[in-house]
């Protein structure tokens, strides 16, 4: 029995093996993307879905198909284990039996960055790594600066200029040098930031330049098909901005299936806005590759904002194509009104998160998504991280009283 059953990252572009001993970001052959790879096999051999009962309810609780060698090195702050909630309201609005919410928004930081960046942290701890940087529209920030803290990691932090304020300060909150980003189209981030590994060596938390922290969201495929009895859902739902949401998950239930803990895989679904979607673009034209697109600052959404995703979004296409997916885009009217949808669940969401209500609804629409399948949207992040989307979706009460019985007995009639 091993704690990890990690083995070795293998890039992308190259097929060039690494040993995870090294502080490596990309591909130092070609710059490809590299992959932690696993023993699946020793896995399948000493591992079996009854054993976690009884351990963490945190993202640890998977230990075995995290890239971290040495439970020491974990920087926790519970993350992960959050709930799934079936849904009691949009659910009969758009007829589906089996609509069901994994509601990151409780997580530590209030997004679900934290179990990315409890893992790459806890990484970057076991490799000696003592700084790192990265980019952020506002939620991963947070996350990194908190986690960077606990861990005392030297965090520099290059939040988009089109982040509210308050993601802005929460990242000064947790403490951490930080630096607001100007920039025309995401490309010239991914390129800074990939520049930055040459020249400096200096390590990442970007996801997919960071080759760990994405590992991460596999967890949601452990989570969900172990809430449903070791089956896995028809669809998965996730808002994408770099896509290491949705390709994290996609990888944790192949790992399953290959295990032979679940018999079927769901169908990935990206959703990104109106006004950028990248990703719908390549997959309503066929492509495995996505070129730049939109604006980002012409959406509501700004966590999955991104005009151009990190080499071409190959994975993330792959993901939905693979999987026999679908990639959508939204507008901000719809996303308002998914929250408000959320809202009437007892849940509240970003606008960024509840993009994948609205996609749901326009799948179910569009004859892709039917009345019995089993549907999981993933609710990445809090609606407190936005509070102006939370004014707009919502018009404050024009009920107005005094403090009197009398008053309050005519408001109630
Ligand atoms: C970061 C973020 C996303 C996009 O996640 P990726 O893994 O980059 O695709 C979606 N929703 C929220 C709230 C986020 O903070
Ligand atoms: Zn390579």
């Given at each position: 029995m091993a704690w990890s059953y990690v083995t070795h990252y293998v890039c992308d572009g190259c097929a060039a093996a690494y040993e995870l001993s090294r502080p490596l970001n990309t591909c130092p052959a070609c710059g490809g993307l590299l992959e932690a790879k696993y023993d699946l096999p020793a896995m399948k051999r000493d591992l079996h879905p009854g054993m976690f009962e009884g351990r963490t309810t945190s993202m640890w609780r998977w230990h075995e198909f995290y890239p971290l060698r040495e439970e020491a090195h974990i920087v926790s702050m519970g993350e992960g284990g959050t709930p799934l909630l079936p849904s009691v309201y949009a659910g009969k609005q758009l007829g589906l039996s089996r609509l069901y919410f994994k509601n990151d928004a409780l997580m530590p930081t209030g997004s679900f960055k934290d179990r990315g960046f409890s893992l790459a942290v806890s990484f970057a701890k076991e490799l000696g790594v003592s700084q790192g940087l990265t980019y952020s529209s506002g939620n991963a920030g947070s996350s990194f600066a908190a986690y960077a803290n606990r861990a005392g990691l030297n965090a520099t932090i290059l939040v988009e200029y089109l982040a509210n304020p308050l993601k802005k300060a929460m990242i000064g909150l947790y403490g951490a040098r930080t630096a607001t980003l100007y920039f025309e189209s995401m490309n010239e981030i991914t390129s800074m930031l990939e520049e930055a590994v040459r020249e400096l060596g200096l390590y990442q938390f970007v996801n997919f330049i960071n080759p760990v922290r994405h590992e991460a969201m596999k967890g949601y495929a452990y989570e969900i098909s172990e809430a449903f009895d070791w089956k896995a859902p028809d669809w998965m739902v996730h808002p994408v901005g770099t896509g290491g949401g949705i390709w994290g998950a996609w990888k944790g239930f192949g790992e399953l299936a290959e295990l032979g803990w679940i018999d079927s895989l769901p169908r990935m679904v990206a959703v990104q806005p109106d006004a950028t979607g990248p990703i719908p673009r390549a997959f309503r034209e066929g492509l495995r590759e996505a070129g730049r697109y939109g604006d980002s600052s012409a959406t509501i959404a700004q966590s999955i904002a991104a005009d151009a995703p990190i080499q071409g979004g190959r994975r993330v296409l792959d993901a939905v194509y693979d999987s026999g997916g679908f990639a959508d885009t939204v507008t901000d009217e719809e996303i308002l009104e998914a929250m408000r949808w959320l809202g009437k669940e007892g849940i509240s969401a970003e606008p960024s998160s509840a993009s994948a209500l609205a996609a749901v609804r326009r799948g179910v629409r569009d004859g892709?998504?039917?009345?019995?399948d089993c549907v999981v949207c993933v609710v990445t992040g809090s609606g407190l991280k936005q509070p102006s989307a939370i004014q707009k979706a919502v018009e404050e009460s024009p009920l107005q009283l005094r403090a009197s019985f009398a008053e309050l007995k005519a408001l109630l009639s």
């Open positions: 892709l998504i039917g009345p019995d």
